[in-house]
């Protein structure tokens, strides 16, 4: 999943709306939906200040311990072979 999919899910297992998520970082509610129509990747700071208003941390795991539970971010497109 991209970023911006891993954002929608962490909100809707906090059972919040996208827009609360951009009106929590004071932007504007549209914030969350804009992004991911664009087809945008945010910054690393950006993505952790929204995944923490849904509960979440933004962390790095070694792929043998990350969790069940755990919402993955794919990266792009030909990135492992960089």
Do not use: F
Not at 4 to 18: D, L, M, W
Not at 53 to 80: K, N, R
């Amino acid at each position: 999943m991209d970023a911006y999919e891993a954002v929608k899910r962490a909100a809707e297992n906090k059972g919040i709306s996208t827009n609360s998520i951009g009106r929590a970082l004071g932007k504007a509610d549209s914030y969350v939906a804009s992004g991911a129509t664009r087809g945008s990747t945010p910054k690393a700071d950006t993505l952790a200040a929204m995944l923490e208003v849904c509960g979440y941390s933004l962390a790095a795991i070694p792929h043998a311990d990350v969790p069940d539970t755990a919402l993955v971010i794919d990266p792009p497109d030909g990135a492992a072979s960089r």
